[in-house]
Each structure stands twice: as C-alpha cells, then as structure tokens.
C-alpha cells in the first residue's frame, strides 16, 4: 500500500473560526484519480493493514464478479463465452484460485486489453465511491453551512480533475 497520498490536516483549534480547504502543499503532486490512495480517498486514517488488504481483497473480488457478469459476454463470442462458462461451472462467485486463473489465462488470450479494462473498472469504481462520500457528508452537514461548502468545494475539485486536492478538502472536515 502507498501512503504517499496521504496527508494529515488538521481541524482548527477550537474557536480559531471554520475549518479552512486546504491548499496542495505540493504543485507537482499528481491529481489523477488512478494515483490516489484508495483510503485517503475515503478518509480511512485507522484500520490494521490486515483489515486494509482484506478491505482491497473484496473490491477486486467485486471488480471481477461484475467483469464476469456484465462485461465479458460483450468482449468475446457467443463460442467463447459457453467455453468460459464450462470454465466456471456454475457461480462466478467464490471460484477457486486455481479457476481464476485458468479463467485469466483463457480470456487474456481472447482479449488483449484484459488487464487494462480491469484497471479502468478498479478506477471507475474507486470515483464512484468518493463520489458517495462527498454525496455522504453533503447529507450530514447539510445543516452546517461551512463544512458544507467545503464538500461542495470537494466536487468542484473532482470536476477540474483535482481529486487529491478534492480528498484533503474532506480529510480536512
């Protein structure tokens, strides 16, 4: 894990007025979503790294049920894909290790750019959970006109591209 990406900011002393956006302390910090840490992003400053891998362990697990699910039969033939189910056998959930990887091998060999639109997936659903966790504080500070703007700032962030700047504007809440 990289822990790179994750930077501690502060809440004010009490009483010294709202609770200020940070500024990137570092211009030349990359701002692309794929360079983010997935728990700087969700603002997960505590946890074991054994709760940490477990946590990565489900979302890939998420990740290629749904590629299995929805987007294989859209890559490879209708011949191929009843290959891949014979492979399966049944669920695609809880497969072995050993299946997975005569499924990998099987479809890097019918899709060259396996590895990358699994990447692409890993990145989409990293901002789909951001986005429901500025979605998430919006709704809980919705009574709190300055930590509100805050998230707002937050989504403003992502839409100019800025998501480390955007994920230190909510760590900073």
């Not at 004010?12 to 700087?40: C, H, K, T, W």
């Not at 997960?44 to 290629?64: A, Y």
């Not at 049920?65 to 189910?85: G, M, P, R, Y």
């Not at 930590?147 to 700032?153: F, G, I, N, T």
Request: proline residues 4%; charged residues 30%.
């Amino acid at each position: 894990m990289n822990d790179s990406y994750v930077t501690d900011y502060t809440s004010p002393a009490p009483g010294a007025g709202a609770p200020v956006a940070p500024q990137p302390a570092d211009e030349s910090r990359s701002q692309l979503l794929e360079d983010q840490n997935i728990f700087s992003l969700l603002g997960v400053t505590d946890g074991t790294e054994e709760e940490k891998s477990r946590f990565l362990d489900d979302l890939q697990q998420v990740i290629w049920e749904d590629f299995l699910e929805n987007d294989v039969a859209l890559l490879i033939l209708d011949s191929e894909h009843q290959k891949l189910k014979d492979i399966i056998g049944g669920s695609s959930a809880n497969l072995s290790i050993e299946t997975q990887e005569k499924i990998i091998e099987y479809l890097e060999e019918l899709i060259p750019d396996l590895e990358e639109i699994m990447v692409d997936k890993a990145v989409r659903l990293k901002a789909d959970l951001f986005r429901e966790r500025v979605e998430s504080l919006k709704t809980l500070y919705v009574n709190d006109p300055q930590k509100l703007e805050m998230c707002m700032q937050a989504e403003s962030y992502i839409h100019e591209g800025s998501w480390a700047l955007a994920a230190d504007t909510l760590n900073s809440l």
